[in-house]
């Protein structure tokens, strides 16, 4: 089965749920006037770590997922909570790579731990989960016609990384530091994620692919969502790395996850107001479903992005290299 289809046969069972139903970025509870969020995400060693990964630059991705949930809820972070499966042959150099890793996120982030454990395991897992306070979560479910949609930062590089090291290519220094710094340590938009809470109507973390997310988004806020391709973020590093690849360079940075921006949508009359890095590459408007616009053209956009369980063959990412 499939990521999807596994969430699917979930939630028939899980019924009691928070104030937030299951579905978002994060859960919430209300405690007063304010909001209660909770997030947890698991690295796996076999899935999340290549072999150019540094131990510190685990621990330090390990926080970052977490905390970029609680981002995307327009949350401030408040606490870090993880978990961490240790193979029995990992050395003690590697181990305490990965703690300071944690801990050199915890100090970028200012986030104190709260609670840990260790247990054994057939392969290198670290649980996370991170908590956060905000007084209006942002949801996926709240696009409305009309409003823009913006995405934080720059994207495609994570997968240009990702793919580079894979196949073996042999790139230019030049390139590879580019490329290599979102696709080992990304960092989460914490700062982006607070200034949008009660400006924004609705918001996601691209940790699937930009394509898979503003289908969520769509699906979510029951709204049509046109995007112009050519208006993407995408560093020239990428196009560079596609045409080494062979590849379509906007369908690689739409099917980019882990790439931890913040796709969101707003009233046309706040962009105005946001004073972080951030790119208007669409509309949402009235209707269902995600349609790109390029060269003149509006077509239906592919679902592409990372998927956990697809076939081998495919390595995660739904459409990209059928």
């Given at each position: 089965?499939?990521?999807?289809?596994?969430?699917?046969?979930?939630?028939?069972?899980?019924?009691?749920?928070?104030?937030?139903?299951?579905?978002?970025?994060?859960?919430?509870?209300?405690?007063?006037?304010?909001?209660?969020?909770?997030?947890?995400?698991?690295?796996?060693?076999?899935?999340?770590?290549?072999?150019?990964?540094?131990?510190?630059?685990?621990?330090?991705?390990?926080?970052?997922?977490?905390?970029s949930d609680i981002a995307a809820m327009g949350a401030r972070p408040i606490g870090f909570?993880?978990?961490?499966?240790?193979?029995?042959?990992?050395?003690?150099?590697?181990?305490?790579?990965?703690?300071?890793?944690?801990?050199?996120?915890?100090?970028?982030?200012?986030?104190?731990?709260?609670?840990?454990?260790?247990?054994?395991?057939?392969?290198?897992?670290?649980?996370?989960?991170?908590?956060?306070?905000?007084?209006?979560?942002?949801?996926?479910?709240?696009?409305?016609?009309?409003?823009?949609?913006?995405?934080t930062g720059d994207i495609g590089r994570a997968l240009a990384g990702y793919l580079v090291?894979?196949?073996?290519?042999?790139?230019?220094?030049?390139?590879?530091?580019?490329?290599?710094?979102?696709?080992?340590?990304?960092?989460?938009?914490?700062?982006?994620?607070?200034?949008?809470?009660?400006?924004?109507?609705?918001?996601?973390?691209?940790?699937?692919?930009?394509?898979?997310?503003?289908?969520?988004?769509?699906?979510?806020?029951?709204?049509?969502?046109?995007?112009?391709?050519?208006?993407?973020?995408?560093?020239?590093?990428?196009?560079?790395?596609?045409?080494?690849?062979?590849?379509?360079?906007?369908?690689?940075?739409?099917?980019?996850?882990?790439?931890f921006e913040l796709l969101f949508t707003l009233p046309p009359e706040k962009v105005a107001?946001?004073?972080?890095?951030?790119?208007?590459?669409?509309?949402?408007?009235?209707?269902?479903?995600?349609?790109?616009?390029?060269?003149?053209?509006?077509?239906?956009?592919?679902?592409?992005?990372?998927?956990?369980?697809?076939?081998?063959?495919?390595?995660?990412?739904?459409?990209?290299?059928?």
């Amino acid at each position: 089965m499939r990521e999807s289809e596994i969430i699917t046969l979930f939630l028939k069972h899980l019924k009691k749920q928070g104030d937030i139903p299951l579905g978002d970025d994060a859960g919430a509870f209300r405690v007063g006037d304010e909001w209660l969020v909770i997030t947890n995400d698991m690295l796996v060693g076999k899935t999340d770590v290549p072999n150019i990964m540094t131990p510190e630059e685990v621990g330090f991705k390990a926080v970052t997922m977490n905390v970029s949930d609680i981002a995307a809820m327009g949350a401030r972070p408040i606490g870090f909570l993880f978990s961490i499966g240790i193979p029995g042959e990992t050395s003690s150099e590697y181990l305490e790579g990965i703690a300071k890793g944690i801990g050199d996120a915890l100090n970028y982030y200012n986030l104190p731990v709260i609670s840990a454990d260790t247990n054994e395991a057939g392969d290198l897992i670290i649980d996370g989960a991170a908590l956060g306070i905000t007084g209006s979560p942002l949801l996926r479910s709240g696009a409305r016609p009309g409003d823009l949609v913006c995405i934080t930062g720059d994207i495609g590089r994570a997968l240009a990384g990702y793919l580079v090291w894979r196949n073996g290519v042999k790139i230019e220094k030049r390139i590879r530091d580019v490329i290599y710094e979102k696709f080992l340590r990304p960092i989460a938009r914490v700062e982006a994620g607070l200034r949008l809470s009660g400006v924004a109507n609705s918001a996601v973390d691209v940790s699937d692919g930009l394509s898979k997310e503003l289908h969520l988004l769509a699906e979510k806020s029951g709204v049509r969502i046109d995007v112009a391709v050519e208006k993407l973020p995408i560093m020239e590093e990428v196009f560079e790395v596609s045409e080494l690849l062979g590849m379509d360079p906007y369908i690689l940075a739409l099917g980019s996850g882990e790439e931890f921006e913040l796709l969101f949508t707003l009233p046309p009359e706040k962009v105005a107001d946001l004073d972080f890095q951030c790119t208007v590459i669409g509309r949402v408007v009235a209707g269902e479903g995600v349609y790109y616009r390029r060269s003149g053209k509006l077509k239906e956009m592919p679902l592409i992005g990372w998927e956990h369980l697809e076939p081998s063959d495919q390595k995660g990412y739904r459409s990209l290299f059928r």
